[in-house]
Each structure stands twice: as C-alpha cells, then as structure tokens.
C-alpha cells in the first residue's frame, strides 16, 4: 500500500469546500467450457460470464487548503527484456484503491492562481466534478477454449466551495475555472 497525493484544496474561511470521491470498481470474466467424451480430444462447448460490482465514497466536509491522499494497492510484476541492460525489469502497477481520504491531512499553502478570476458573493456554491476510467483487459487461449477478463474502476471527485463571505474563484489556465485542472477560492 502506498499513499498518493489526489489533490490540492484551495479554499478560505469565507468558502470552505467539501470533497466527495466515489470509487466503483467492477470485472467480468468469460470463462470457456470444454467437454471431452470417452478417449476423443477435448472440444469447446460454450462460455460462461461471471461480473462482480462495487463501490464505495466518502465525503468530508469544512476543508480549507489541505493535501488530500488517498491508498493505493500495487503490485509488482518482474520481467525480462532485452531491450533493457538490467537482468530483470521491475514495474509497479496500481491495483485498487485501499482508503480514501487519508487522515490527517497535510497543510498547502494557498496557491493565488493569476487566471480567469471571478467574483462570487454570499450564497453562491461552485462545483467542479472530474471523472477517470481505468480499464485491463487479457485473456489466453487454452486450445478448444478460450478464457478471458476484463477489469475496470471509475474514480470520481466532487469539489463543492459554499460561498459565506464575498470571494473570488480562479484559475490555473486562461479557460476559467470551469475548464481549469486547478481552482482557488479566495476572498474577494
């Protein structure tokens, strides 16, 4: 397991923001069936499919420029090449997700993004939402039958700035803060 900083909260005692991270996760293997009758070879005879579903989130509330991290299973996996001078490669692969939201959190110092400033008065909620989709597929072929998988996450965040006091929203990039990667909310 490995810690893995996830994102960067700029806000201000006037707009504090809640963060939201869904994660589901889902797979789906086909699994070839063969049959073999008295002494003959063995024969495909159809599939089956197995899919499993899961999800979970979590929320916190009241965060104001905090480091968000979240856990991540690895694997390693140990190979040749021969494309490489060392004997044995080793890569790190990324798995799953053990924990969301980390705790305690980690103080960042507030970044003034120079970008697309926006004034936002009392009463206002923002919210940017982002979505990523990972998937594996492999399968082996065993002859008069096949077998194959496929496996896959959905990592969503929600950010959600409420406005108390007059503020302003900007941005990392000229496209403002709906398009930007990164947003401060501060007072203004």
């Given at each position: 397991m490995r810690l893995v900083q996830r994102?960067?909260?700029?806000a201000w005692s006037g707009a504090k923001a809640r963060v939201e991270q869904t994660i589901g996760r889902d797979s789906e293997h086909h699994l070839g069936v063969a049959t073999k009758v008295a002494n003959g070879p063995w024969q495909a005879n159809g599939s089956v499919g197995r899919s499993i579903a899961q999800g979970a989130g979590?929320?916190?509330g009241n965060v104001a420029d905090a480091a968000i991290y979240n856990s991540w299973n690895y694997r390693e996996y140990i190979g040749s090449t021969s494309a490489s001078l060392e004997r044995d490669c080793k890569?790190?692969?990324?798995i799953s997700v053990y924990?969301?939201?980390n705790e305690p959190y980690t103080y960042a110092?507030?970044?003034n993004f120079p970008y697309a400033c926006v004034s936002k008065s009392h009463?206002?909620?923002l919210r940017k939402v982002t979505h990523n989709n990972v998937t594996y597929a492999?399968?082996?072929d065993l002859g008069p039958i096949n077998v194959s998988a496929r496996s896959g996450y959905d990592n969503g965040t929600e950010i959600?700035?409420?406005v108390d006091r007059n503020s302003k929203a900007c941005s990392n990039n000229v496209d403002g803060w709906v398009q930007a990667s990164q947003v401060d909310v501060r007072a203004g």
């Open positions: 994102w960067n909260v700029y979590q929320e916190v890569t790190l692969f990324a924990d969301i939201f110092p507030h970044q009463g206002a909620a492999a399968g082996v959600r700035w409420t």
